[in-house]
């Protein structure tokens, strides 16, 4: 199997660093081929704007998506976004490694989604959901938190988990991937805070490291998050009325 990580921190000594490095061992020990999107440290540009296309459609005014679709066309891609589309078209895996920050993506993956998911490439009007180009390959998140689970529950301060991942995983879904539950680590206060004892930290790493190293080895094994697809829908986008889930009054 092949194995994309994006790893998205800034630090590499980080917790999230020591996630994605005990990754990368436990997979190619089970004899996997693992490769890495390290963004911070590959300098990608998560901005999307006009400098990005030499050639434009529209040299006035800046439509991204009709950019994106005519460079993807043309063989004119940006080189860092070809490299990332290359990985994610190798990848039969793709792992998202990452802290929670302000409730959602860090700026930089936000980015990378922005500029690597190309209109007219890797995704359309017609191509997406169950229908998305990159059907066939599964996807799961790693994430860490600051504060604990309990404040990610339903009525936690922090707001209910499943909630919060819920446009990462519609994102991936709307590639065509099947979205894995994901592997969330509560309560990483380390880094310098002084309201967590470097031992405490410590502890608490190593035993988040072990638990992702035995969930990898049964990821392929592993259920996906269930999501409706286009024969679910009418022609408005919603739940057909005889569907088992549709909201009825």
Not at 134 to 151: D, M, N, Q, W
Not at 158 to 168: E, F, K, Q, R, S
């Amino acid at each position: 199997m092949n194995v994309l990580i994006v790893f998205c921190h800034p630090e590499p000594r980080s917790f999230n660093g020591a996630m994605k490095e005990i990754a990368v061992q436990s997979l190619e020990r089970l004899g996997h081929r693992v490769e890495v999107s390290d963004l911070y440290a590959e300098r990608f540009d998560p901005v999307e704007g006009p400098t990005h296309y030499a050639e434009r459609v529209e040299p006035n005014t800046f439509f991204p998506l009709t950019e994106q679709r005519h460079a993807f066309e043309c063989t004119a891609l940006p080189a860092d976004v070809k490299r990332e589309i290359a990985r994610l078209e190798r990848a039969d895996l793709v792992i998202l490694q990452f802290p929670l920050w302000w409730h959602g993506l860090p700026a930089m993956l936000k980015g990378w989604f922005d500029r690597v998911m190309v209109y007219g490439g890797l995704y359309s009007g017609s191509m997406r959901y169950d229908r998305g180009h990159l059907a066939g390959k599964r996807a799961i998140c790693s994430v860490t938190t600051g504060s604990p689970a309990t404040a990610f529950t339903r009525h936690g301060r922090g707001g209910d988990m499943a909630t919060l991942m819920w446009p990462t995983h519609c994102s991936l879904y709307y590639l065509g991937m099947e979205v894995l539950a994901p592997q969330v680590v509560y309560g990483v206060q380390g880094g310098g805070l002084s309201y967590q004892a470097e031992s405490e930290f410590r502890e608490h790493l190593e035993c988040a490291k072990q638990a992702w190293a035995e969930r990898l080895t049964r990821l392929e094994d592993a259920r996906p998050i269930p999501f409706s697809g286009w024969r679910d829908w009418d022609e408005h986008g919603v739940l057909q009325s005889e569907h088992p889930l549709a909201w009825r009054v």
